[in-house]
């Protein structure tokens, strides 16, 4: 039993050696080629402050070619898309990006749509209610005289015919 | 019939003008609001445009004050500079009418950087590092130059595209601003000359 242990030792830590080489070669082995779609990918969010509203991945100025060189660079060297982004916002600004980051007075872009479509449909909500609620106070106002001047001619008016329907 | 038949008789009828003249504040007070609201967003709005819409920096208006971050990691302030003549050059590797100009700028600070009186920056727009590197190994540039990080300089001076080159005095103003390149070395010493008087 002893002489197994003894023979046994060396094979395993030679084998977890082995494991270890292996994984370390995995790791920092050839960089990792980015292919044309994953440097579009990353590229299709943003765009070139040079030529406006053309997004990175169809621009085809030398700017942006170089642009999505730095991309594909950044990309082999392992960074993540919000990696690259963040990257380009500090060299280039806020203008990259596709949306606006919120805050400032960004905030107004993504907080009045909302609002101004709530605000919207509260009065049409309203303006409903009224349309179909029937209301008496138009007849009566037609039928009340509108000002003392109008009462006072109405009146006028009504004794008069009063009087020429007597005199008859 | 009389007048008086147009008075409502009934109590419950006669409460009605009291609610009336509430709901109706309270939708005036609504509608207050909603156009107060309004105003300030075209205000906003307003004020935005404005600003995007400015053109460049007037000749004889103070220069906004800026940090250049240079290629060899030296910071610069425009701030520190006062009391000499800035010569403020906006380029761009992919930019070929910058070609055009920088051998004659990097020739005109040769010429005028012994007498101390005159500095040349340059302000790399929306470039990436290699290709300006390489950009300013061709033409020998040897005076102080970084990106505009941000693009924050660029917007401080309100640039329409590149090349323009900004003149600003001994006393932090802007004398002179190139919209597109120099033509000649001659050129730019006719508009640094004036302002060394």
């Not at chain 2, 590197?133 to 309100?158: C, E, H, V």
Request: glycine share 8%; net charge negative.
């Amino acid at each position: 039993m002893k002489k197994r242990i003894t023979w046994l030792l060396p094979l395993l830590s030679l084998s977890f050696l082995l494991l270890g080489v292996v994984s370390v070669q995995a790791q920092s082995g050839t960089p990792h080629t980015p292919t044309d779609d994953e440097v579009n990918a990353v590229a299709s969010q943003l765009y070139c402050p040079v030529c406006e509203n053309i997004p990175l991945d169809v621009c085809g100025t030398q700017a942006c070619a170089q642009w999505r060189d730095l991309i594909r660079e950044k990309l082999s060297e392992g960074w993540t898309t919000e990696e690259i982004k963040t990257y380009f916002v500090e060299q280039y600004g806020d203008r990259v990006l596709a949306t606006p980051p919120p805050r400032g007075l960004n905030w107004l872009v993504y907080v009045l749509p909302p609002l101004l479509i709530l605000a919207g449909a509260v009065i049409l909500v309203q303006a409903f209610r009224a349309w179909k609620t029937p209301t008496e106070e138009p007849l009566e106002a037609e039928m009340a005289p509108s000002t003392p001047e109008a009462a006072f001619s109405d009146d006028e008016y009504i004794a008069r015919l009063e009087e020429e329907l007597k005199n008859r | 019939m009389t007048s008086q038949d147009a008075v409502p008789p009934s109590g419950e009828s006669a409460a009605k003008p009291n609610a009336e003249p509430q709901k109706k504040s309270r939708i005036s007070v609504g509608w207050g609001l909603a156009f107060g609201g309004l105003l300030v967003l075209l205000a906003l709005i307003g004020l935005m445009l404005r600003r995007t819409q400015e053109g460049p920096i007037r000749v004889g208006d103070p220069v906004p004050d800026f940090v250049l971050t240079t290629f060899d990691g030296d910071e610069i302030h425009l701030a520190d500079l006062q009391g000499k003549v800035v010569v403020l050059n906006f380029w761009a590797s992919w930019c070929s009418p910058c070609a055009q100009e920088a051998a004659d700028l990097e020739a005109a600070w040769r010429y005028y950087q012994p007498g101390g009186e005159v500095v040349f920056l340059g302000v790399n727009y929306v470039d990436t590092e290699p290709e300006a590197k390489a950009y300013m190994a061709q033409f020998d540039i040897t005076y102080p130059n970084g990106p505009d990080l941000g693009t924050r300089i660029s917007q401080g001076f309100r640039i329409r595209g590149v090349p323009e080159t900004y003149l600003v005095d001994k006393e932090g103003k802007l004398a002179y601003a190139q919209i597109g390149p120099f033509r000649s070395l001659q050129h730019i010493k006719s508009v640094i000359e004036p302002l060394l008087k």
